[in-house]
Each structure stands twice: as C-alpha cells, then as structure tokens.
C-alpha cells in the first residue's frame, strides 16, 4: 500500500509579488509529480493549524511546485516572512481538482488569490490541445499579479484593463466554441456571478469554493459548503470543501 | 506490528495499544488509512452517532486559537442506521479496537441508539456515550454535567446492553468527580475525560463571535493541564479505568496522561494538525518502553501527589 505523506519541503525560491503577496517554490518531487489544477497543499506555518493554499505551478523535472501566499493574518504573514532554504510541513496535493479533459475549450476567471491555480490550470491547459482564454479581476492595478499579456485583465477601479468586473470582461469575448467549460476561482459573489453568465450562455462553470478548513482531509468536517441534496425533502447537504472539492459545479452549489 | 509492550486493558476491553482516535477527529477511518495502517491503533471511536443524520451547524465552525482551535461542528453526521450499513463493516475491517460513539438530545435518542447498536455487538468493542458535545442546543453536555441525569442514563443503558459502556464527559462542571462517580454507579465500564472546553473567539472589527454558532468547543494543546488535572482528580475516587483525552501531541503526552491515571488515551486534535502523528508516537512510545524496559500498562495511576 502506497501511503500518503507529510512532507518536509525546502524553500527553494521566494519572491515578493506586491507588499502583501509572497510566491514561494518549494522541493517536494511527489507533490510536483501529482498535483493537478484546482488541487492545493496544506502548509504548517507556526501557529496551530495548517494553512491551505491552491496550487499555482509545478515544475515536474526539477520536482518543485508553487504556491501564492496573501497576507490576510498571523499565519501567512509568518509562511511569507519565510527565507528560502527554511523546511516546511506540507501536506498534499488535496481536494479533488478541475476536470481538464472533458472539454475542449475552457475559460478560467479568477479574482483575489484565484489567481494562482488558475495560473496552474492555464499552464496545463496551454500545454495541451485545448483552447483557453482567461480573464482576470483585480481591485486596481496595485493588485495585478500573475498577469500575462494574453490575459482579458478588468480591474474594478479602471486603472488598468478594462473597467469593471470579471463578467465585464466576460461580456468582451468572442465567438465562444460549443463544448466550452467556464473554471473559476475567487470570492463567493464574483464565482455567484461567474457562474450565473455561464448558465445564461449555456455553458459549464465549475467554482473553487473556499471555506475556514482545519485538518485540509474531510476528518473534522469543519470546512462544509452547502451543495443541493440527492434525497427528496432535504434542503441541502453540508459536503467537505477540503475533500469533496474545492472544484463543485456551479449548478449543485447552494448559493 | 505493534510491540506487546504497549498492550493495555481499558476494563475488559483488550486494546493493542493505548492510542485511540478521538471522535470527530477521524470521522470513520476511511480518511486516515490514506495516510497509514489504522491496525497500529488500540482503537478509533467513530464520529459522534445520532438516531437521525444531522447537517451540522452553519456558516464558519472553526476559529483558530493560541495552542489550539475552537470548533463548532454540530455533530453532522450521516444517522446510525446509514453507519450501520455503510460504515460499521469498514470500521470493522481496520484492525484495531471498534468504539462507536453515540449522542443524543434525550434520554430517548440514547435508549433508541443503543437499541440500534446492540445487535452489532460482535462489531463492536465498546459504546462511547457522548454526554459532553457543546455544540448542540439539547443533550450531550447538558445531560453530562447534570450528575443525577448521567447516574439515571448510564444505568438505563446498562440495562439495555452488555456492551462496555464508555462515558464521555465534559469538563465544563464544577466538579468532574461527582460526575464520574455517577457514571461509575450508574454502572459505566470506564469514562473518557475530556470533551472539549466551551470557548469563545471575537472578531475585534466585527465585534462578532468568529463562530457562526457563537460558541465552541475548545480543544489542542491548550486544554491538556485541565485534562490531567481532571483525569488525576477522578483517578482518586473512581474503581473504574479512565480514557484520557485533551491535546495529545507527543509520546510524552501520552506517558502523561497514563502517569496521571488513563489506562488508555484518545487523540483528537492532533490529527487535524498532522495525520500522521499516531504513527510517530507509537513508535517512540516503543522506544520508550524498550529502553526502560517496562510495559507501558504499568505506567498507569502512577502520580505521586505532593
């Protein structure tokens, strides 16, 4: 039986994004090797509980992969005060991840710190045979990071990009193919909104749903989101986002 | 395979080690065997059971703390008659020692509970009764820290079943010997001390509790000097042998908690914290037995008081 593990992963790289946003690349070939987009890591940091981030690169020859660390508490603040060379307790890859193969064309919106495994998710998608188009929200352009410049870039304050949201920069794309799958990862009311320009098109939208998590692997149920139920009479179901996602489809969720 | 040198008794339940999973921090081991052979453990106490499958409570459950975590679950769980169908062969199947814990709102939903659980007994090593859970509006802790209403549930259950009764209780009470005692002459096997701490964390800009539900129950690190103090209080009075539990993270612990009385152990929340932390303190609990040459039992109530 292979088991999982928890692993001691050196940092091998850190840059600062912006003042408040840290990359940091760590060695841990396992990780690297099975990671797929839309899954993340569970980072111990020196406070109790780890912390979980999405996964937002990997590099399998050199066995490394990425995370993006915003500074919202103690938590990160410490993992992005971190020097490379320093060892850190990491748990993963976790959760289940985007289906990539299903369609053959896909459109991934992030906001926040959506960004990051959307970056990991275009990496694996431009690779590959598919189309992809990806469209990024920021606050203002202080904000922007993980930019290419092929990206549909909105920025709510309109100092970069075009002015508006995520579903304004939407709104500007062409000639969207048949069989194309929406993937989006950012704050609940721009994923609410995401997914509702997707069903009104008629396509596909999958959400990254985020939630307080402890443990990261669905034994402590304390990071439910509410999905519809299967059984008749019953409202909702309390699933694990850690576990049984993050990825739902947009349509199962309850929002 | 685990060295004999860790075998323990918990009354007449034989366990292979003193190292059980605490429940609600392992869900039913379907998880945890990712991570290692659950076999190593003396046991894994289910999730807290009731008769109807419960979604919890909503919005944020969890609010981290200094040394440890407040949780505010609210006992979601999928019902007993879905784990009986689903999960008890696969508990069954682990290899290690089969506690079921069961919660209630009432006398009536324990009597009901047990009546399930009963049938099963060649499944199951002991029932965990849960008179501690503070996330609930009705049962648990306010039945286990009423010592007249434990005394009266334990012995109604005694009657029902010759399953060994494991009582769970609080440690939000005054005085946690008089409630042990009651368990105890209610007829209990052992008791498991202790269930979380009720706490409280405020978000100073929201001048909000973090919690949804308000409250928590607050377990980790933290907790382990009320655990011992309480475990070595009750071991003072009580016949019966004593389950220890509160923020085990290390062989030490362990040897702490037996030192202190317990003839077994429970981990709780560290395995929110690192999966695999059994694996590494059953290994340096043989290591500890091998190099003072002693069989960790003997360990037990062996606190010299000042």
């Known amino acids: ?33 099975n990671a797929r987009p839309g899954q993340f890591v569970n980072i111990s940091c020196s406070y109790f509980l780890k912390r979980p981030f999405g996964i937002a690169s990997v590099d399998r020859a050199a066995g490394t992969f990425s995370v993006g660390i915003k500074i919202v508490g103690k938590g990160t603040a410490d993992l992005a005060g971190i020097a490379e060379g320093a060892v850190l307790n990491v748990l993963g890859p976790l959760g289940n991840g985007f289906d990539l193969d299903g369609f053959d064309s896909y459109i991934l919106v992030s906001g ?29 352009s202080s904000q922007i990071v993980m930019n290419r410049p092929e990206y549909v870039l909105t920025t709510d304050a309109g100092d970069a990009g075009i002015h508006g949201n995520c579903c304004n920069g939407l709104d500007s794309l062409e000639d969207i193919a048949d069989n194309t799958a929406v993937l989006c990862v950012g704050p609940l009311p721009m994923m609410k909104a995401v997914g509702s320009w997707a069903q009104s098109r008629g396509l596909k939208c999958f959400v990254s749903m985020e939630q307080r998590m402890a443990c990261g692997i669905g034994i402590c149920l304390v990071c439910v989101c509410k999905v519809k139920s299967e059984q008749e009479g019953v409202p909702f179901d309390h699933v694990r986002c850690c576990k049984d996602g993050p990825v739902f489809p947009y349509e199962e969720v309850v929002w | 395979m685990v060295s004999s040198k860790l075998n323990v008794k918990v009354g007449s339940v034989e366990l292979k080690s003193p190292l059980i999973l605490a429940s609600g921090t392992c869900n039913f081991g379907h998880e945890l065997s990712e991570y290692y052979d659950l076999s190593i453990l003396g046991g894994l106490s289910s999730k807290g059971l009731t008769i109807k499958p419960r979604a919890g409570n909503p919005g944020v459950r969890v609010a981290e703390t200094d040394c440890g975590m407040l949780n505010s679950v609210g006992l979601q769980n999928p019902g007993v008659d879905y784990f009986i169908a689903n999960d008890l062969d696969y508990m069954d199947s682990l290899g290690t020692g089969r506690i079921i814990n069961v919660a209630g709102h009432s006398f009536e939903d324990y009597i009901a509970m047990v009546s399930k659980l009963d049938p099963y007994s060649d499944k199951i090593d002991a029932l965990e009764i849960n008179l501690s859970c503070p996330n609930v509006k009705a049962g648990c802790m306010s039945i286990g820290s009423d010592s007249s209403q434990v005394k009266e549930i334990v012995s109604i259950l005694r009657s029902m079943t010759k399953l060994p009764l494991w009582i769970k209780l609080t440690p939000n009470v005054t005085d946690i010997k008089s409630v042990a005692l009651a368990a105890q002459e209610g007829g209990a ?41 309480m475990v070595s209080e009750c071991n003072s009075v009580l016949d019966i042998p004593i389950v220890g539990c509160g923020g085990i993270m290390s062989a030490e612990d362990v040897i702490e908690f037996m030192i202190a009385g317990s003839s077994a152990v429970e981990i709780g929340t560290g395995n929110l914290v690192h999966p695999t932390l059994p694996v590494k303190i059953t290994e340096d609990l043989e290591k500890y037995c091998e190099d003072n040459q002693l069989e960790l039992s003997s360990l037990t109530g062996t606190l010299q008081l000042w």
């Open chain 1, 112 to 140: 926040g710190t959506g960004v990051f495994p959307i970056n990991f998710a275009y990496e694996e998608l431009a690779a590959s045979s598919k189309t992809v188009t990806v469209v990024q929200g920021f606050r203002d």
């Open chain 2, 189 to 229: 096997d052992a008791v498991v001390l202790i269930n979380t701490l009720l706490g409280m964390k405020i978000d100073i800009r929201t001048r909000r509790p973090v919690l949804h539900n308000n409250t928590g129950g607050y377990s980790g690190p933290a907790v382990k000097p009320v655990a011992i103090r």
């Open chain 1, 1 to 33: 039986m292979n088991y999982r593990k928890e692993y001691e992963a050196r940092v091998a790289r850190k840059v600062m994004l912006n003042a408040d946003t840290a990359y940091l690349t760590l060695e841990c070939p396992d990780i690297a090797a």
